[in-house]
């Protein structure tokens, strides 16, 4: 069973950039979260995306954007980088719609905005 | 609206003590709740979750939690830490965008474990 990826694990961008994280979701999953955890905070839900569309978004602007593609992996897309972009974003898979089962994380992208 | 606090962002104990990391939510419905795990550059790991029936619930290494409406909270116990116990912990609520579900997490409480 393959677990969740995320690519790359690290990265540093400057303001005002924009940049494209990636996500592999596990084996048998079709649903693919976003969060978004800054330092010393929880991670809050930036959006998920359920067969190709995005069907629930958290309270982040137009700027944060995402795919799905029929192989179920996805990419997040921030565009107009702010400092407070500075983050880890981990991407999680699930089984269906609305699941609220178990979520399995990668192990996060490492945003620096300087 | 429904959310997570989770009392005490750093807490520390004996290797061999017990370990009681508090949660409290609120929710307007019957609330999921769960309890993850991060380790130091690592993903979320689940270590148990809540959804109904039984309400003392069990989880991966060791760990316990249980759902108590009356007082609003999910704490979760381990009678003996481990040194391997050293880690974020993270409680989390379930919600319903209307077509999605996410997770809201607390801020997360800091386990240290000493000798």
């Known amino acids: 069973e393959t677990g969740v990826t995320q690519s790359p694990t690290h990265l540093i961008k400057t303001r005002g950039q924009q940049v494209t994280l990636r996500c592999s979701s596990q084996s048998g999953h079709n649903t693919v979260s976003w969060y978004q955890q800054a330092l010393g905070q929880g991670p809050q839900f930036i959006f998920q995306?359920?067969?190709?569309?995005?069907?629930g978004r958290g309270n982040f602007p137009p700027r944060f954007s995402g795919l799905q593609f029929p192989n179920y992996s996805s990419e997040l897309n921030v565009n107009a980088l702010e400092l407070d972009d500075s983050a880890l974003y981990l991407c999680a898979s699930s089984f269906g719609q609305g699941d609220t089962g178990e979520l399995f994380f990668g192990e996060g992208s490492r945003l620096t905005v300087l | 609206a429904q959310s997570v606090t989770q009392l005490g962002s750093h807490v520390s104990v004996s290797e061999g003590a017990l370990v009681l990391l508090r949660c409290n939510y609120s929710s307007s419905v019957p609330p999921y709740l769960f309890w993850y795990v991060q380790y130091p550059n690592q993903g979320l790991q689940l270590l148990l979750k809540?959804?109904?029936?039984?309400?003392l619930v069990k989880g991966i290494n060791g760990f316990e939690a249980e759902f108590k409406k009356s007082e609003t909270s999910f704490h979760l116990t381990k009678p003996s830490a481990h040194m391997s116990d050293a880690a974020e912990y993270f409680c989390a609520v379930s919600t319903n965008t209307g077509t999605a579900s996410k997770l809201t997490f607390g801020t997360g409480t800091r386990l240290q474990v000493t000798l």
């Open positions: 809540y959804t109904t029936g039984a309400t």
């Open positions: 995306y359920y067969r190709e569309e995005e069907n």
